[in-house]
């Protein structure tokens, strides 16, 4: 196994001086030094051949022993040296401070067909910035973390990547639902690929340190290499910068919504400087359409994180960052401008995307109030929205329209005389809109199924492949990654996992809510 290593990141940013890995207040520095901590009896259990491919790394080098021990932080790759990063963040809409890479270790940085990859692996043991956690991952959160990652991939949506997953052979102490009641569960590491995996805490933790320098030297940094067009660094480019992160956080949360995934955890040191969907942890998707649903067990209380306000969290973070890149602006203006165009720009871009998801393509100044109605319908009764969504590409008249969505129901036999009659309404309204699109039937139904998805990642799915893998059974793990690689395609052998959730995952630990444990 040859990589093409670079060393961008490590030669271009400053380095902690300190080399003992021990928790502590680390300054002056963008990452320290630190090695994977060696693992009982390290398997791996799946790998994700597209990602290997990307890596230069063949299938047979996949199998072998280098493969594994490095991929598992058994073994440091020659001539590389391991790291973890030090950033700040708002967690739950308060700051607090230093936090870093508390379970995540970057291995090394790979180019590979004029694509530069950063490689990580999750799990893989203490650094200074684990405060008074273990650095350890268990098999429950990695294969949720693994299965989703690529699944958000072949949606279509930012993010960052899997390489591999494994487990450690050791036992880890962890509070699911932290209710005192810890139990040992299998550890297991993800070995994670980004092109970055900077957030916008790295750059806060400098400025509330009013340490300038560094936050110039890691700004410039980040120009240079993941936004080169903007040229070299100036107040202008600054400003730019911020426009391009903006658009591409807000771009990803739009996605977010199109297909119903809840982050759960929008931390600023949750977000990613190339708005990629960063650190899959208490995420969920929505299965009854809901506004205010969150996954997270921490946020039941308050839901800042619910589905209805990523959009709003997402501008909250950038005001964030707005803030930590102040200092080298020295001028409010232009980000308050940035900042209030996010929110035009998200107005217009929900509407597309919403359009999109009815197959809606010529102009209608009446499209506002049929989606808002649609949205309240949604809501009248638990109403599954990737079913909902997916079977609306069929439609061809409005007589025939709640017949097409009954599938969508969680209690369709309760369903009221009222709501059936709100569809009714709706759906001659959407019937009568159809009539100025200029697409063909077939057309509409193209480009709507190429919107929402059939598949997606349902907690219940993750947990199904959680289960068997807790018994020594891996085959669920690859049947859901092969299945989730298509999510727009019908695959009428799969129709299995066209299905509304469960009764039984109703309130299961793992498929209603979750901890940031998780």
Partial sequence: MKLNLKNTFLNNLPADKVLENSRRQVTDAVYSFVNPKK?????????????????????????????????????????TKPFAMCYGGHQFGNWAG???????????????????WKAQLKGAGKTPYSRTADGLAVLRSSIREYLCSE????????????????????????????????????????????PSFLRF????????????????????????????????????????????????????????QRVGFVHGVMNTDNMSILGLTIDYGPYGWLEG?????????????????????????????????????????????????????????????????????????????EDVKLI??????????ETD?????RNLSNFSNYKKGFKLIENAFYDLENISDDVYNKWNIWFKKFENRLTIERVSVDERKEKMDATNPKYVLRN??????????????????????????????????????????????RDKVGCSMLSCSS
């Avoid at 047979?60 to 991929?71: A, Q, Y």
């Avoid at 940094?221 to 807000?250: C, D, R, W």
């Fill in 39 to 79: 693992t009982n009896q390290p398997e791996i259990i799946h790998v994700s051949q597209e990602m290997t491919n990307d890596l230069g790394i063949t299938t047979k080098e996949t199998k072998s022993e280098l493969f594994k021990n490095v991929f598992t932080g058994n073994q440091v790759y020659a001539n």
């Fill in 201 to 256: 805490g790295n750059f806060e933790i400098f400025a509330s340190r009013n340490d300038i320098t560094n936050l110039k030297v890691l700004t410039d940094y980040t120009i240079k290499h993941h936004f080169t067009h903007l040229g070299n660094p100036s107040k202008e480019t600054y400003v730019q910068f911020f426009s391009e992160v903006a658009n591409k956080t807000l771009d990803m949360i739009i996605d977010w």
């Fill in 372 to 381: 808002q109605e649609l949205e309240d319908n949604l809501q009248l009764v």
């Fill in 385 to 389: 929205m990737t079913i909902f969504f």
């Fill in 460 to 505: 219940y799915m993750a947990q199904l492949a959680i289960d068997a893998a807790n018994n020594g059974d891996y085959k669920l793990i690859d049947e859901l990654f092969q299945l989730l690689k298509n999510p727009y395609k019908d695959q009428p052998e799969n129709d299995k996992w066209f299905a509304k959730r469960p009764e039984w995952a």
């Fill in 289 to 365: 359409f809901d506004f205010g649903w969150t996954p997270n067990t921490t946020d039941r209380q308050n839901k800042r994180y619910r589905y209805g306000n990523q959009p709003n969290i997402g501008l909250w973070n950038l005001y964030q960052l707005a803030n930590a890149l102040y200092p080298l602006i020295e001028d409010a203006e232009p980000l308050e401008v940035i900042l209030n165009q996010y929110k035009v720009d998200f107005e217009k871009k929900s509407l597309r995307m919403m359009k999109s998801k009815l197959g809606l393509f010529v102009a209608d100044e």
């Fill in 151 to 194: 699944a958000m991939h072949h949606l279509g949506i930012a993010t960052t990547r899997a390489l591999s997953l494994s487990l450690s052979g050791d036992q880890v102490l962890r509070d699911v639902l932290y209710d005192g009641n810890p139990a040992y569960e299998k550890g297991a590491i993800v070995s994670r690929i980004s």
């Fill in 98 to 116: 230093q936090l870093g890479d508390g379970r995540a270790i970057n291995l090394f940085e790979v180019e590979h067909q004029n694509k530069n």
